[in-house]
């Protein structure tokens, strides 16, 4: 059965770079791609990018230039890499397998609080 | 980047009325659309993919539907579990995203 975690440091300095990593079981990140989506309290979601089964990448074009997404296929880890962190980073962070089918799968997300 | 929009943001029925939630896109996303509930604290669960087709466990009361580049998602009789967070989503493009989400309440 797929199971989805996300780990994260909880709080972060701005300025600082956020790290946060999802744990995936039940299936392979090849066959699969892992998206990332983020949840500022009390605001709506907004997805953030997408690792794909090939190991290419796409990224909202919004943070395009403070985001990366990879992974270690032998751990089954995905590894969400945001620089230059601002208090509007503050957000509950899911990974999550959407494929547009029957079913899909999200962690319980992870909270990750940006703090000067 | 293609847009969603999304009407109400926010709307309160009572137990067994018809609630219509609707998502415009700014292009064409074929029926590349999905509809989430999320409930305080809780990861979105989906409801509606394909624009149209139901997913496994959903209660025959919520379906989709599409007339060109508008999407709509019906509960047909609100029940007393249904209050939430609704969010459409396309996955048309490579850059997927959401619509900014209607917030349900019971009256």
């Known amino acids: 059965q797929v199971q989805m975690k996300e780990t994260g440091p909880g709080l972060v300095q701005t300025t600082q770079t956020l790290s946060v990593t999802c744990t995936v079981s039940?299936?392979?990140?090849?066959?699969?791609?892992v998206h990332w989506v983020r949840q500022a309290p009390g605001k709506g979601l907004e997805w953030m990018g997408i690792?794909?089964?090939?190991?290419?990448?796409n990224y909202n074009s919004a943070l395009k230039s403070r985001l990366s997404i990879s992974r270690d296929t032998s751990k089954s880890q995905v590894f969400l890499t945001m620089n230059s962190l601002q208090t509007d980073d503050t957000a509950v962070y899911y990974c999550?397998?959407?494929?547009?089918?029957?079913?899909?799968?999200w962690g319980q997300g992870v909270m990750v609080t940006v703090s000067s | 980047d293609i847009q969603m929009t999304q009407s109400p943001a926010s709307l309160s029925a009572s137990l067994e009325e018809i609630v219509t939630i609707t998502c415009q896109a700014s292009?064409?996303?074929?029926?590349?659309l999905a509809w989430y509930q999320q409930k305080p604290g809780k990861s979105p669960q989906l409801l509606i993919y394909?624009?149209?087709s139901l997913a496994d466990g959903v209660p025959s009361r919520f379906s989709g539907s599409r007339s060109g580049t508008q999407y709509s998602l019906k509960i047909s009789r609100l029940q007393v579990e249904d209050p939430g967070i609704y969010y459409c989503?396309?996955?048309?493009?490579?850059?997927?995203?959401f619509g900014g989400g209607t917030k349900l309440e019971l009256k």
């Open positions: 999550a397998v959407l494929t547009m089918g029957t079913r899909d799968y």
């Open positions: 039940g299936f392979s990140l090849t066959s699969y791609g």
């Open positions: 690792i794909w089964g090939d190991g290419s990448t």
């Open positions: 292009q064409d996303i074929g029926n590349w």
């Open positions: 394909g624009a149209t």
């Open positions: 989503l396309q996955g048309y493009s490579a850059l997927w995203t």
